[in-house]
């Protein structure tokens, strides 16, 4: 059974949801996870134009036209970082991360593919600045794991809220007990969850 005719069967709302937006577009990236998560780090809490400036200006303090590497991150001190719009917290996570990858506390891609969701979650979270919500996208984008519910994210409870015509948003808890029914295939009930919240701030529902 494919993953679009498993959650039509598990959940009448989620059916819908897939007629109205069609097939979902989630491809696994596949980048290194030192740069999956420095990228993550540097969108965190801010809007995507803002956060591709400052993505494209730290790139743009190395030499290389290829993603940086941990040791030449690990080059420049807090400083120069930050003159790529970064703050002092982001610029301090981002050194932290190049240590921990030269460490061997990040996995590589091959050792991410052994590992299994949690054990990421609880080997990835020990990272400054790598909570769990971060740990939860690169899972879903970079990996492609199937079946991750980012039940902290605000985009994913908003999209239930409108979806299933709720007064308020769901607590973390009441998502989780939700989508049991939509497993093994939660990470794709979670890209529906986000296009229903866009099409609210779009003025479609």
Same mark, same amino acid.
């Given at each position: 059974?494919?993953?679009?005719?498993?959650?039509?069967?598990?959940?009448?709302?989620?059916? #819908?949801?897939?007629?109205? *937006? !069609?097939?979902?577009?989630? &491809? =696994?990236? %596949?980048?290194?996870?030192? @740069?999956?998560?420095? #990228?993550?780090?540097?969108? /965190? @809490?801010?809007? !995507?134009?803002?956060?591709?400036?400052?993505? #494209?200006? *730290?790139?743009?303090?190395?030499?290389? &036209?290829?993603?940086?590497?941990?040791?030449?991150?690990? /080059? $420049?001190?807090?400083?120069?970082?930050?003159?790529?719009? $970064?703050s002092r917290p982001k610029a301090n996570y981002i050194r932290d991360l190049a240590q921990k990858t030269s460490d061997?506390?990040?996995?590589?891609?091959?050792?991410?593919?052994?590992?299994?969701?949690?054990?990421?979650?609880?080997?990835?979270?020990?990272? &400054?600045?790598?909570?769990?919500?971060?740990?939860?996208?690169? $899972?879903? *984008?970079?990996?492609?794991? =199937?079946?991750? $519910?980012?039940?902290?994210?605000?985009?994913?409870?908003? !999209?239930?809220?409108?979806?299933? %015509? &709720?007064?308020?948003?769901?607590?973390?808890? @009441?998502?989780?007990?939700?989508?049991?029914?939509?497993?093994?295939?939660?990470?794709?009930?979670?890209?529906?969850?986000?296009?229903?919240?866009? !099409?609210?701030?779009?003025?479609?529902?």
């Open positions: 059974m494919n993953t679009v005719r498993h959650l039509s069967n598990a959940d009448p709302i989620m059916a #819908k949801l897939i007629a109205r *937006f !069609g097939p979902t577009d989630l &491809k =696994p990236r %596949r980048l290194l996870p030192f @740069q999956a998560l420095a #990228k993550a780090i540097i969108y /965190q @809490q801010l809007s !995507g134009a803002a956060a591709d400036t400052i993505l #494209k200006r *730290f790139r743009g303090l190395f030499t290389v &036209k290829t993603f940086p590497t941990p040791a030449q991150v690990m /080059q $420049l001190d807090v400083d120069r970082l930050r003159t790529a719009g $970064l061997g506390v990040v996995p590589t891609l091959r050792e991410c593919d052994r590992l299994t969701d949690a054990e990421l979650v609880e080997r990835l979270t020990c990272i &400054k600045g790598v909570g769990r919500w971060t740990v939860e996208m690169l $899972l879903i *984008f970079n990996l492609g794991r =199937p079946d991750v $519910l980012p039940v902290h994210d605000l985009g994913v409870r908003r !999209g239930y809220q409108v979806a299933y %015509r &709720k007064r308020t948003e769901p607590t973390p808890e @009441q998502l989780e007990r939700y989508g049991l029914r939509w497993s093994p295939q939660r990470s794709t009930a979670a890209w529906y969850l986000w296009r229903a919240a866009d !099409g609210l701030a779009d003025g479609n529902w």
